[in-house]
């Protein structure tokens, strides 16, 4: 169970290792989305609300995405995550990062219409939707709504007074002719990471390990290696990892612009598989900066266990700490990035 000095104080220890950059990536989020947010009305002004409207679709709720994924990657890791990771999500799945904020903004809004105060639950219960899309931009957006709900019950009241709790510092900053609040977002964006990496051990069962990756935890196929997962690009390698079936064990490099295909038939693939469960050519493989594509060939299916069934002949783009599994038998591998 999580306090908010406990969240605080986790924070804190963490902002020493990257505190001003923390403060640089506010204050570039700030600009980009004030400049942008001028022209917007500029357009406005020969088409009332359609520029602003457009600028918050496309770019203003993008960088609010990445702002909490800057955050989230540099509390997990207890260090910087690199300014570049606050324009992270114009590179991994903008389409569905951009559907998902904006259907996030008009649900609250036509809540808000109805009442004010379903408006504000509602709020909440959608308060970790753009953490989880922007850690899993590949996800489906029923599921990423569905799991902030699952994340947020029970807590709603509890995160209000958190950010409550930060009224005396915005009150010090906007004091300081405004200026002020600049230097204390980093500390509040820090804290609510905190908040959705704790919501995630104790309602997802994703637990974070002490080299920032997680374990399975309560039959919940959780992240392996969530750095990575979260989007990072630090050049580090793909691996197929065997957990379960005949490759238990394995570490298959997936290296960078090649494929791995998976199947029964060795002179097709480069991993060969025998079972009643895998198809000829069974599943392709392959990898680019901190992503997987994966595309299913296969008469059994290849399921992801956090996900569902994978659609054939695709391309799917899947984060590091995926698991999937070929078929319905015992194979089961997990993606990973080192």
Same mark, same amino acid.
């Given at each position: 169970?999580?306090?908010?000095?406990?969240? !605080?104080?986790? $924070? !804190?220890?963490?902002?020493?290792?990257?505190?001003?950059?923390? &403060?640089? &990536?506010?204050?570039?989020?700030?600009?980009?989305?004030?400049?942008? $947010?001028?022209?917007?009305?500029?357009?406005?002004?020969?088409?009332?609300?359609?520029?602003?409207?457009?600028?918050?679709? *496309?770019?203003?709720?993008?960088?609010?995405?990445?702002?909490?994924?800057?955050?989230?990657? $540099?509390?997990?890791?207890?260090?910087?995550?690199?300014?570049?990771?606050?324009?992270? @999500? *114009?590179?991994?799945?903008?389409?569905?990062?951009?559907?998902?904020?904006?259907?996030?903004?008009?649900?609250?809004?036509?809540?808000?219409?109805?009442?004010? %105060?379903?408006?504000?639950?509602?709020?909440?219960? =959608?308060?970790?939707?753009?953490?989880?899309? /922007?850690?899993?931009?590949?996800?489906?957006?029923?599921?990423?709504?569905?799991?902030?709900?699952?994340?947020?019950?029970? =807590?709603?009241?509890?995160?209000?007074?958190?950010?409550?709790?930060?009224?005396?510092?915005?009150?010090?900053?906007?004091? /300081? @002719?405004?200026?002020?609040?600049?230097?204390?977002?980093?500390? =509040?964006?820090?804290?609510?990471?905190?908040?959705?990496?704790?919501?995630?051990?104790?309602?997802?069962?994703?637990?974070?390990?002490?080299?920032?990756?997680?374990?399975?935890?309560?039959?919940?196929?959780?992240?392996?290696?969530?750095?990575?997962?979260?989007?990072? +690009?630090?050049?580090?390698?793909?691996?197929?990892?065997?957990?379960?079936?005949?490759? /238990?064990?394995?570490?298959?490099?997936?290296?960078?612009?090649?494929?791995?295909?998976?199947?029964?038939?060795?002179?097709? @693939? +480069?991993?060969?598989?025998?079972?009643?469960?895998?198809?000829?050519?069974?599943?392709?493989?392959?990898? +680019?900066?901190?992503?997987?594509?994966? %595309?299913? =060939?296969?008469?059994?299916?290849?399921?992801?266990?956090?996900?569902?069934?994978?659609?054939?002949?695709?391309?799917?783009?899947? /984060?590091?700490?995926?698991?999937?599994?070929?078929?319905?038998?015992?194979?089961?591998?997990?993606?990973?990035?080192?």
């Amino acid at each position: 169970m999580w306090t908010r000095a406990g969240l !605080k104080d986790c $924070s !804190k220890a963490s902002l020493k290792m990257y505190y001003w950059n923390g &403060v640089l &990536v506010i204050f570039l989020a700030m600009l980009i989305s004030g400049l942008l $947010s001028f022209l917007g009305s500029l357009v406005g002004v020969l088409i009332p609300f359609v520029g602003s409207l457009l600028v918050t679709i *496309f770019v203003t709720n993008i960088i609010a995405a990445g702002i909490v994924r800057y955050f989230t990657i $540099s509390e997990l890791n207890g260090n910087d995550a690199g300014v570049g990771e606050l324009f992270g @999500c *114009f590179q991994n799945g903008y389409g569905n990062i951009a559907l998902v904020m904006f259907l996030r903004s008009l649900f609250v809004g036509l809540w808000t219409l109805l009442l004010v %105060v379903p408006g504000i639950i509602k709020s909440y219960e =959608y308060y970790m939707v753009p953490y989880l899309v /922007a850690e899993y931009p590949e996800k489906d957006r029923k599921e990423i709504f569905a799991l902030s709900k699952q994340m947020m019950t029970g =807590y709603k009241f509890d995160t209000f007074i958190l950010e409550l709790s930060f009224i005396g510092w915005f009150l010090l900053g906007v004091l /300081a @002719c405004g200026i002020g609040t600049l230097f204390v977002m980093p500390y =509040y964006e820090g804290t609510k990471a905190q908040l959705y990496l704790h919501l995630k051990e104790e309602r997802l069962g994703i637990i974070r390990s002490n080299n920032g990756g997680s374990m399975m935890s309560n039959g919940v196929a959780s992240d392996v290696g969530q750095t990575m997962s979260l989007g990072m +690009n630090t050049g580090k390698q793909g691996f197929l990892v065997g957990v379960q079936g005949e490759f /238990a064990g394995a570490n298959i490099p997936v290296e960078s612009g090649n494929s791995l295909l998976i199947g029964t038939d060795a002179s097709q @693939c +480069n991993l060969v598989i025998q079972g009643a469960q895998i198809s000829p050519v069974h599943l392709k493989v392959e990898y +680019n900066n901190g992503m997987f594509s994966v %595309v299913d =060939y296969s008469e059994s299916g290849t399921f992801n266990l956090q996900g569902g069934q994978l659609p054939k002949n695709q391309t799917v783009s899947l /984060a590091s700490g995926v698991y999937l599994q070929l078929g319905t038998g015992g194979d089961i591998f997990s993606l990973e990035c080192r």
